[in-house]
């Protein structure tokens, strides 16, 4: 099994930054995909960004440009740094995985996800 636990959320006002921490342990896997969504109440769970062992990385276009993924394999643990935060952004950030490089942006091909940690950005 794999446990992921995500951390690094909290409130911001307009325009500034946080970056989240997705902190893998358990089995771990050589080829993997570490995905980033989002969940607001009464909606589904979208899709932000994904990155790949073999080095593949994707964002949903809202995003582009403020939002880079990273990863340090020492400590098991991929990144999401948000930039240029807008109230839109508010949400629960869950990070999912799957052991596969073969990244997806559909919330069910991804095996393990962690407990959300809530992102809130004030206007």
């Known amino acids: 099994q794999v446990q992921l636990v995500e951390s690094g959320g909290g409130l911001v006002q307009a325009g500034g930054s946080l970056r989240l921490s997705c902190a893998a342990s358990g089995r771990t896997f050589s080829n993997y995909c570490m995905a980033w969504f989002r969940q607001v109440p009464g909606k589904e769970r979208e899709f932000v960004a994904f990155?790949?062992?073999?080095?593949?990385?994707y964002y949903e276009d809202s995003v582009k440009g403020r939002f880079a993924c990273s990863e340090d394999n020492v400590k098991n643990t991929v990144y999401l740094q948000m930039n240029s935060l807008k109230p839109e952004d508010t949400a629960v950030y869950y990070c999912?995985?799957?052991?596969?490089?073969?990244?997806?942006?559909?919330?069910?091909?991804?095996?393990?996800w962690g407990q959300g940690t809530q992102v809130t950005v004030s206007s």
């Open positions: 990155m790949s062992s073999g080095g593949t990385v």
């Open positions: 999912g995985a799957r052991p596969t490089p073969w990244c997806d942006s559909r919330p069910a091909a991804y095996n393990y």
